[in-house]
Structures are given as C-alpha cells and as structure tokens.
C-alpha cells in the first residue's frame, strides 16, 4: 500500500472531493515515522494518527478521512491486495471516539459571564474597541469574517439586535453602547489620537459599523486587525485558546446553562440525550427559541468532550 496505489484508487473511482486523507500524503508519512506499512496499523495506530499526528479536533473531518480510508481499503480488499477492511469492523472512530480522545488529552476550557468581566476589567490597550469584539462574539456573532464585515444598517439599536443574515442576535445593553459609539464620527477620531503610533482609524466602506487603522480594504487586513485584538488579550492575561470561535461557543454554552436555570444535572441530561434517539423536543425549543442558527444534533456533537469532562469531575 502505497501513494501509487492511492493516486489509482482515486483516478479509478472519479473522486475528486475530500481527497486529503490520501492526497496530502500524512498517512503514508506516518506509516514510515513508526515503522509500520498500513496493513499492520492497530487500532491504537489510527487513533494516535487521528489525534496526535493530523491533530483533527472536529467531527466532519474526522468523518472525511474515515471515509475515504474505508474506501480505499474496500478497493484494496477486492483486488487482493489488502485483508480485512480495519475501518469496517475494528476501528471504531466516530463522534464518542473523538469525544473521549478530546476530554484525556485536550484542555477544553470555556468562559463564563464572569471571567469574561474579569477580563474587561484587566484590558490595558483600545479597552473599548477591544471589549467590543469580546462582547461581539460571546454573545453570537458567529465568526471574525462577520463581524469585520458587520454594517451600520444591521444595528437595530431600538430593539436591541443585530440584524445577520437571516437571523436576529439580541446585544446586551453594555454591547449595544459599545456598538453605538463605534458607530458615530468621533470614534475614528478618538481611536487615532489614542494609538500613538501614527495610525489614522477610518471606516474602510460607507455603511461599515466598525473603523480599522489601514488605508487598504481587504478580507485579511479587516480580520487580522481584529484577531490581533484577540491574540494581545491572550498574550497579556495568560488565556490560551483565547479566540473568536472559544468565546462563540462559551457564549453558546452559557445560554444553554442559564436556559436549564444554571441546573448542570439539568444540563448534561439535555445535550447527553438517550442512546438511539435523535430527538429531544426540549432542546429543539430552547434551541428554537435563540438566535444560535445551531442544530440540535450538532450541539450534542460539539460539547461531548465537555460533558464528559463534568462526568469525570463529577464522580
């Protein structure tokens, strides 16, 4: 087994589409650093090449590269030059797999309402402008793309929320200022006489809700300038993992928990669900009843590792 016969699997089968489990050459390569050829791979070995090798930390990729190892080793079954598929029946690597890996060996740390004060407390650099990307994603804006693209006409200031795409997000009073004051012509103004280092603030089009120290409008200046925001916090507050999609998904896990009235019984019943069944009416409508456009499936899938994590804590 070998890259050779990978680039005719795919050529044969026509697959175009999630070809990197066999494309970007990681598996062979590992497959060399332990001294092993594919057919000899334990259980152990693909779980160690999954997580520790790939490094993969989400479902969806870790069901693209199943996938396409399946296949191949199916294709390599019927032309005799493989025994038994091991994605078939030994290794076992689905979302509770990915779960328990993630909860032994992965710090998974969430914020909550109150060290997220903390840190507006300790914030020594643009404290507004910084606080207001903070508050912006844990409170739902979904990704640093939306919000350095968010526009003046998506702010109902009156009603509270923010207006993305075909969702409503409710902002907090404190966000809601925040948001205001970016907004009005000093704020610019204000910014560039605070930096100190030459840096004119302006809004880079028309109808843009926030203002960015550059003269040239482009996806990576816009996003850069915000994740740095992000990565001073992370760097001056010693908070790892302090990013736009950790505090969305702290945002997310608070709602959740204040939804179960703070009741972390309550909590981990809800998103552990009963073996077999894909429903839970009680999640949907308090999933319904948000502006998180999450389904319910999905959110069992994403805070697994930190249900069980409370399991282990809890015994």
Not at 137 to 158: C, H, K, P, T
């Given at each position: 087994?070998?890259?050779?016969?990978?680039?005719?699997?795919?050529?044969?089968?026509?697959?175009?589409?999630?070809?990197?489990?066999?494309?970007?050459g990681?598996?062979?390569?590992y497959?060399?650093?332990?001294?092993k050829?594919?057919?000899?791979?334990?259980?152990?070995?693909?779980?160690?090449?999954?997580?520790?090798?790939v490094?993969?930390?989400n479902?969806?990729?870790?069901?693209?590269?199943?996938?396409?190892?399946?296949?191949?080793?199916?294709?390599l079954e019927?032309?005799?030059?493989a025994g038994e598929?091991?994605?078939?029946?030994?290794?076992?690597?689905d979302a509770?797999?990915?779960a328990?890996?993630?909860a032994r060996r992965?710090e998974?740390?969430?914020?909550?309402d109150?060290?997220?004060?903390?840190?507006?407390?300790?914030?020594?650099?643009d404290e507004?402008?910084?606080?207001?990307?903070i508050?912006a994603?844990?409170?739902?804006?979904?990704?640093?793309?939306?919000?350095a693209?968010?526009?003046?006409d998506?702010?109902?200031?009156?009603?509270?929320?923010?207006r993305?795409?075909?969702?409503?997000m409710?902002m907090?009073?404190r966000?809601?200022?925040?948001?205001?004051?970016?907004?009005?012509?000093?704020?610019?103004q204000?910014?560039s006489r605070?930096?100190?280092?030459?840096?004119t603030?302006?809004?880079?089009c028309q109808?843009?809700?926030?203002?960015?120290?550059?003269?040239?409008?482009?996806?990576?200046?816009?996003?850069q300038?915000?994740?740095?925001?992000?990565?001073?916090?992370?760097?001056?507050?010693?908070?790892p993992?302090?990013?736009?999609?950790r505090?969305?998904?702290?945002g997310?896990l608070?709602?959740?928990?204040?939804?179960?009235?703070?009741?972390?019984?309550?909590?981990?019943?809800?998103l552990?669900?009963?073996?077999?069944?894909?429903?839970?009416?009680?999640?949907?409508e308090?999933?319904?009843?948000?502006?998180?456009?999450?389904?319910?499936?999905?959110?069992?899938?994403?805070?697994r590792p930190?249900l069980?994590q409370?399991?282990?804590?809890?015994?």
């Amino acid at each position: 087994m070998n890259r050779e016969l990978a680039e005719e699997f795919l050529a044969e089968n026509k697959l175009t589409g999630n070809t990197f489990p066999l494309t970007n050459g990681k598996l062979f390569a590992y497959g060399e650093m332990i001294g092993k050829s594919l057919r000899e791979f334990s259980e152990e070995d693909f779980i160690c090449f999954f997580f520790d090798y790939v490094k993969i930390n989400n479902i969806s990729t870790l069901n693209a590269y199943r996938t396409r190892l399946r296949q191949f080793w199916d294709w390599l079954e019927k032309k005799g030059l493989a025994g038994e598929n091991p994605f078939r029946n030994r290794v076992r690597l689905d979302a509770d797999t990915l779960a328990a890996y993630m909860a032994r060996r992965v710090e998974l740390c969430y914020y909550d309402d109150s060290l997220v004060e903390r840190v507006m407390e300790n914030l020594r650099e643009d404290e507004k402008y910084t606080e207001l990307v903070i508050r912006a994603f844990y409170e739902g804006i979904g990704g640093v793309r939306e919000l350095a693209y968010l526009r003046r006409d998506q702010l109902d200031f009156g009603r509270g929320e923010i207006r993305l795409g075909n969702r409503r997000m409710l902002m907090s009073p404190r966000l809601s200022r925040l948001l205001q004051w970016i907004c009005a012509p000093e704020a610019a103004q204000e910014l560039s006489r605070a930096g100190g280092r030459g840096l004119t603030y302006q809004r880079l089009c028309q109808e843009d809700a926030l203002v960015f120290p550059c003269s040239r409008d482009s996806e990576r200046n816009r996003k850069q300038y915000l994740q740095r925001k992000l990565e001073r916090v992370q760097r001056e507050l010693k908070l790892p993992g302090f990013t736009a999609r950790r505090l969305y998904l702290s945002g997310l896990l608070q709602y959740l928990y204040k939804a179960c009235g703070q009741d972390q019984e309550r909590f981990v019943n809800l998103l552990s669900g009963h073996k077999g069944k894909h429903e839970n009416r009680e999640l949907q409508e308090i999933v319904a009843g948000s502006w998180y456009p999450v389904d319910p499936i999905r959110l069992r899938h994403m805070f697994r590792p930190y249900l069980l994590q409370v399991g282990e804590n809890q015994q």
